[in-house]
């Protein structure tokens, strides 16, 4: 009987924050034999493709395409922990599939944890324009490399949920084709390994588990590698209650990857039940970080209203993990959203230098 999946963090990366360098240097040396450079950024750092396994099943994916979204280089990261511990597994998998998988493909990016490449393109629209060095690298080896899958790999804001009570911890979609949104055969390829990832993971994280919108973007990378005709799959790490480091998530990554890549194997091609993918809720769009609700503003006419607040994340010099600075999203009546965290603030007012919140500003009020 083959050995169970049994989830193990890579010790060596313990934060949401990945140094470049740190990862490049752990890969040389404990993975030389199946890494080799697939190019060089806008500044000159290297971009590592691993491959393993010699199945006949080849499988393109790649990480950190936005710079700010490393939950999948932690998951493949782990995913080699776990196959160092459980060798059957590993042996299982790649004899029957072949992954070149990219790490950091934007890595001047994820040194300043910045979504965009050194010169500002998001490389996720850039697949006509080729604008971006880094985009090129990857355009070219998909096109050359008989894949009979490919896996986009990404993160998506806490702002979703499933039924606007539970975090989308996990999304995924098979990309469309065109604006109508034709169900095709290479996209029911892509519902069918899809469809076998939810099976399996919506045992352990039930009710958080999302279908990112279909919705027809002409210039991304997923869309226009299923009009190729290479099923794609997105997937998309999000939020776990109280887990702003993305460590939970980055457990449940790193199995849907896993159950993805044995999808992909047994598989081989078919679109057995896809239609089951139909029964993956869709993302909803429905909260902030924080709502401070009924605050009483000072003015000369009676005003109260909801101040809604996200996170942003960024990596501070000499740092080794991600700070979280709380902005002003939202001011007014924000009834129809909720907040991952609510303060009632009726009977109490707001004490700032600025009379009123200022959208995208950085909080510098309190409530007293």
């Not at 040194?111 to 355009?139: C, G, P, T, V």
């Not at 986009?152 to 990309?175: K, M, V, W, Y």
């Not at 991304?220 to 939970?248: A, W």
Request: hydrophobic fraction near 35%; proline fraction near 4%.
């Amino acid at each position: 009987m083959p050995e169970n999946f049994v989830y193990c963090k890579n010790p060596h990366f313990p934060n949401r924050y990945i140094s470049p360098e740190k990862l490049f240097n752990y890969l040389q040396t404990n993975f030389s034999d199946c890494i080799s450079e697939a190019g060089t950024s806008y500044l000159e750092k290297p971009i590592y493709m691993m491959t393993l396994g010699k199945g006949k099943i080849r499988v393109l994916a790649w990480s950190q395409m936005h710079g700010n979204e490393a939950n999948a280089t932690l998951a493949m990261l782990d995913l080699l922990e776990i196959f160092k511990h459980h060798p059957s597994l590993k042996e299982e998998l790649f004899s029957k599939i072949t992954l070149d998988f990219i790490f950091m493909l934007n890595p001047d990016g994820s040194e300043i944890w910045n979504r965009r490449n050194a010169l500002d393109i998001d490389m996720n629209r850039d697949f006509f324009q080729l604008s971006s060095k880094e985009f090129r690298i990857l355009k070219t080896i998909a096109e050359n490399g008989k894949y009979k899958y490919a896996l986009n790999l990404h993160e998506q804001r806490t702002i979703f949920t499933t039924d606007g009570e539970n975090p989308a911890t996990l999304s995924f979609l098979a990309p469309s084709v065109n604006h109508e949104r034709e169900i095709t055969l290479v996209r029911k390829k892509a519902m069918a390994v899809i469809s076998r990832i939810f099976e399996e993971l919506n045992k352990e994280i039930p009710q958080h588990i999302a279908r990112y919108s279909d919705e027809f973007y002409p210039t991304s990378t997923g869309d226009n590698f299923t009009k190729m005709g290479i099923p794609t799959i997105l997937f998309e790490g999000g939020h776990f209650p109280e887990d702003y480091m993305r460590q939970v998530t980055r457990k449940y990554y790193a199995h849907a990857l896993y159950e993805g890549l044995k999808a992909m194997g047994e598989l081989n091609g078919a679109s057995e039940n896809w239609e089951k993918y139909f029964e993956i809720p869709e993302n909803k769009d429905t909260h902030y970080d924080i709502i401070y609700r009924n605050v009483k503003m000072n003015t000369d006419f009676e005003c109260i209203l909801d101040i809604a607040v996200q996170y942003r994340e960024e990596i501070l010099n000499g740092d080794d993990e991600i700070t979280f600075t709380p902005v002003v999203a939202e001011v007014g009546d924000i009834g129809n959203k909720k907040g991952w965290k609510e303060i009632d603030c009726t009977g109490k007012k707001f004490v700032s230098e600025r009379r009123f919140p200022k959208l995208e500003a950085e909080v510098d009020f309190t409530i007293e």
